[in-house]
């Protein structure tokens, strides 16, 4: 509708001290949500006729570009939907790595401009039960990548999740953290290898995380990892209504202690997202 393709145009920022000269980069992190996904019985009091992905593909499209960013960490994109995104972030900037989860619904994607990153290594890989050795559905991508800017090397880990969902879930999403704690230590001391005397690191990690700030699986990651959140003050990433209003902080980029925030999306308010949570 005419509305929301004007909230999807009107973009402020809470943050922004852009402007010190000094080597930056953006991150975008985002759960597009599976097209097989958005249904009238997951989403009871949308229209629906913004449920169906001819109509959320050419706004995700839309906002992909709006947002120009050097990363993008996007959960739940189906296969099948993946021209959605490749068109909107073209070949000859972004390149972009797709892993899909072991049920075959959805993946992760990854896109970084190649203008500006070089890719040094990827790794992906699904959480792996330790009482069965079986795989996990999750799945997760770990990006070591090198930029230069006045004549020094820039190192960065970029590493992303989409964890186990629901309350039932949280013994599972607690192994995930542990498991992912461990390869983000690992490509630490892999990109230690690699750099010279002169040469920056830092690290981000970010993804839909399925549990809260004061849940037992994010105070791992932040207690491993001395991690900053970029959102630890908003009052919700999402916001929807199912059976009830769910209102959470579920989505989260966190960064090392080698970078500092300057500029920041800020989050619609509650009046703009409206009583029913849409």
């Known amino acids: 509708s005419p ?5 999807l145009l009107e973009r402020t920022y809470d943050i922004n001290n852009e402007g010190s000269g000094k080597f930056s980069f953006s991150v975008v992190q985002w759960n597009t949500l599976n097209s097989k996904l958005c249904d009238e019985g997951a989403f009871p ?4 006729k913004c449920l169906g992905y001819e109509y959320r593909g050419p706004l995700i ?10 990363f993008y ?14 068109s909107a972030l073209k070949d000859d900037e972004y390149q972009h790595i797709f892993y899909e989860k072991t049920n075959g619904l959805d993946g992760l994607l990854f896109f970084y401009r190649k203008t500006k990153f070089e890719l040094i290594d990827s790794e992906v ?4 039960d330790k009482t069965s050795n079986q795989k996990m559905t999750q799945v997760y991508q ?3 990548l090198k930029a230069q800017h006045e004549n020094k090397n820039y190192f960065l880990i970029v590493v992303f999740s989409h964890w186990k969902a629901k309350i039932e879930g949280a013994p599972i999403r607690a192994i995930q953290a542990k498991e992912i704690v461990n390869i983000i230590a690992k490509k630490m001391e892999q990109v230690k290898g690699m750099i010279q005397l002169d040469d920056q690191v830092a690290t981000i990690f970010c993804g839909d995380l399925n549990d809260e700030p004061q849940s037992d699986p994010i105070k791992t990651v932040q207690e491993a990892t001395n991690f900053q959140s970029a959102y630890h003050d908003v009052p919700f990433t999402t916001y929807k209504t199912r059976d009830k209003l769910q209102r959470r902080v579920i989505d989260y980029i966190f960064y090392s202690k080698e970078l500092s925030l300057v500029k920041r999306l800020a ?7 409206g009583a029913n949570g849409l």
């Open 73 to 86: 960490c996007m959960e739940e994109c189906n296969k099948n939907d993946l021209k959605t995104f490749t």
């Open 61 to 70: 499209a839309q906002e992909l570009k709006a947002l120009d960013a050097d």
């Open 45 to 48: 009091k949308a229209d629906p």
């Open 3 to 7: 509305k929301n393709n004007r909230f």
């Open 142 to 144: 770990a990006n070591i």
């Open 125 to 128: 890989g699904n959480y792996i």
């Open 267 to 273: 989050m619609p308010s509650d009046e703009t997202v």
